[in-house]
């Protein structure tokens, strides 16, 4: 992130290569901000604008330059959804507002993902990112995964640095109580989703519990901001009534993890991503919502 003393002048076509020499990583900071991939690329490209109307020969460190930006411009577009009702103005108890997930095929990640994807951005992090506020969303995401300092974060936030280091100290809580680090072995845990989903088909109770951590946590559901299931015995009763459409699934990556896919007639009806942690399900993150899915990339072949 550091280009430091890069000497910007005046010449646009210089402006714009220098400006998609870091696309990648700014839309990076702005999908992990905003779970969505269409409100990134918005992000970027207000950056852009930002930038070709400021006085770039003043602009000493671009890749951090832009990254505020980037978070300024991600931290409005969080609280508009606020003021629109779009998200509650506080904690948002047992419903949740699911991220667009990014799906591709088991054989691997596509390389236009991999920066995307880069630090196990897996959805349940997303989803907990959700659950934060803007201010703490931003302090967490900048500092925690992309290293921006708390000097840096205050003038956002509109906070000192030290009230910017007790945002990303409450997000970091959250995060770590709900998006734990899922096992790295991606055969791992593909056994275990296949096995999940191939209980789920024949209906088998029993089976489906032997697989589900004790405390696991399902997520999400109708209208993208369905409510949260928690127990191995809960959970596994809402698969069972799954079957009919377990048998429609197909596997796939979901944020890079091993997850898997539903679809009818050609049609992407449910994503299902799973947090595998010491060989069981401990996090199912459902996302079922038509207007969501029909954003969703699927023109990788899954």
Known sequence: MSDSNVGIDGDSEFLAARFESHRSHLRAVAY???????????????????????????????????????????LDMLRSRRTRGEEPLEDPGP???????LLSPVSGIDPE??????????????????TLTPAERLAFVLHDLFAVP??????????TATASRQLASRARRRVQGGAPAPDPDLARQREVVDAFLAAAREGDFDALVAVLDPDVVARGGAGGAGGVTVGAIAVASGASAFAHLARLAR?????????????SEGRLIAVLAFTVVRRRIAFIDILNDPEQLAGVDVSVEL
């Open 113 to 130: 993902q991999e920066a995307l994807l880069a630090d196990s951005v897996g959805l349940a992090l997303l989803v907990v990112l959700e």
């Open 150 to 159: 708390y000097e840096e974060i205050a003038p956002i936030v509109g906070r």
């Open 32 to 74: 992990r901000m905003l779970g969505s991939l269409a409100e990134a690329d918005d992000a970027v490209q207000e950056a852009w604008i930002k930038l070709s109307r400021a006085d770039s020969g003043r602009v000493e460190n671009l890749g951090g330059w832009l990254t505020t930006v980037v978070g300024r411009v991600c």
């Open 95 to 101: 419903a949740v507002r699911m991220p667009e997930p």
């Open 251 to 263: 596997p796939a990556l979901v944020n890079g993890a091993a997850g898997f896919v539903v679809v």
